[in-house]
């Protein structure tokens, strides 16, 4: 698993609301930091990919367990 220098919970909330909690707390790091975000959102998923090729940030790591799915960006520079 990747290491993260912040960590966002959105369990329990639905599209758009993780996407845009992830948008706010990447505001907060610098570039090259790293956000591990936790959601309950099936459509999390294509929601991120759509996200990091559209921001510029890197999803370093995605995966899901217990029907929770976790993503790992990387801030751009």
């Known amino acids: 698993m990747a290491t993260f220098d912040k960590e966002l ?3 329990g909330l639905n599209c758009p ?3 845009l909690r ?3 707390a990447l505001n907060d790091l ?3 930091q790293t956000l591990r975000v936790v959601a309950t959102d ?5 929601d991120f990919q759509a996200f990091a090729k559209q921001t510029g940030n890197e999803l ?15 801030k751009k520079a």
């Open 22 to 24: 992830t948008k706010k």
């Open 9 to 11: 919970d959105a369990r």
């Open 42 to 46: 099936p459509g999390a998923i294509k």
């Open 17 to 19: 609301l993780p996407i």
């Open 60 to 74: 370093v790591e995605s995966g899901e367990a217990n029907g929770e799915f976790t993503f790992v960006l990387r």
């Open 30 to 32: 610098t570039g090259g």
